[in-house]
């Protein structure tokens, strides 16, 4: 009895050992149909609040804020318009970020500078503007209070020295602008909020300078700004593909609805995990239906 007992218990436990693998499976292809609807609900809101019309950042902030109990969350992904001055001496750099410029991947950072109301009289409030991609070489001139047409010039000379694609793509002397920034700007951007950084990602580390993604608490207290004040995101056209960019690059719309995995990718990492619990599902019942050899009998 104690021996037929114990061999029902090792059945058991393979059996449990056996389909393990079928329920884990088949529990992330599951996951991941769940991540998909999600996603694509998210995307949703988004290209539904960013295909309104952009509003006085002023005004938007105090219809969201009576319509909501948490005004901050209520004004993401809403474009607005804002006037002002940028305080240049203020501006601090995100990154690296790579970015996509004539057909190759460029280092540079974002630049994000406080802009502050014209007049004392303006309603709106100051604002945390993120203004832009920067190649490398813009970010030292600016650094170094050089801010004319010959920085992005050495930016080419640099590019044509240390790479090939210029040589082959580009036969002329190529052009590039910086924008301007004196006196008072209109700014067309979207309201955001701080970054959810992986892992791998460093620390910002504040005190010299270092930013590797977007706090807002912390970029706002490093610029001298009021806790609450909004940060937005500037948003622009391509920069196309013609010889004269100006910078910095600012953001496309399309930018604020791609991520690094869409709702179809989603689909497909399902379809891989119900196929894999299929076929261990599979290899579990025939496992389970193949008779037990007989041992060999010792002959003499």
Request: glycine share 6%.
């Amino acid at each position: 009895m104690r021996s037929i007992a114990a061999t029902k218990k090792k059945l058991g436990l393979s059996v449990v050992f056996l389909f393990l693998p079928c329920v884990a499976t088949f529990g992330l292809g599951t996951w991941q149909v769940k991540r998909r609807d999600w996603k694509a609900e998210l995307l949703d809101y988004k290209r539904k609040r960013l295909e309104q019309d952009p509003v006085p950042l002023a005004l938007a902030m105090v219809d969201d804020t009576s319509s909501s109990s948490n005004g901050e969350s209520a004004l993401e992904y809403r474009r607005v318009v804002c006037d002002g001055v940028y305080d240049e001496e203020k501006s601090i750099f995100i990154g690296p970020r790579m970015k996509q410029l004539f057909g190759s991947s460029q280092r540079g950072y974002y630049l994000v500078t406080p802009l502050l109301p014209a007049s004392s009289s303006d309603m709106q409030p100051a604002v945390l503007v993120n203004r832009g991609w920067v190649p490398a070489a813009w970010r030292e001139d600016f650094e170094k209070g050089v801010v004319t047409p010959t920085l992005d010039e050495r930016f080419h000379q640099d590019k044509i020295k240390t790479g090939t694609w210029w040589r082959t793509w580009w036969k002329g002397k190529p052009t590039m602008e910086i924008s301007p920034a004196k006196g008072a700007v209109t700014v067309c951007g979207v309201v955001r909020k701080s970054e959810n950084p992986s892992m791998f990602v460093p620390l910002n580390v504040p005190e010299q300078g270092q930013w590797f993604y977007f706090d807002v608490p912390a970029m706002l207290k490093a610029v001298g700004l009021p806790e609450n004040s909004p940060y937005i995101e500037a948003v622009g056209s391509s920069p196309g593909t013609d010889d004269k960019i100006t910078f910095p690059v600012p953001k496309e719309i399309e930018d604020f609805v791609r991520t690094s995995l869409m709702p179809n990718d989603h689909l497909t990492y399902a379809f891989t995990w119900y196929t894999l619990s299929a076929a261990t599902t599979y290899m579990a019942f025939k496992r389970i239906r193949e008779k037990p050899v007989k041992p060999l009998k010792n002959f003499r």
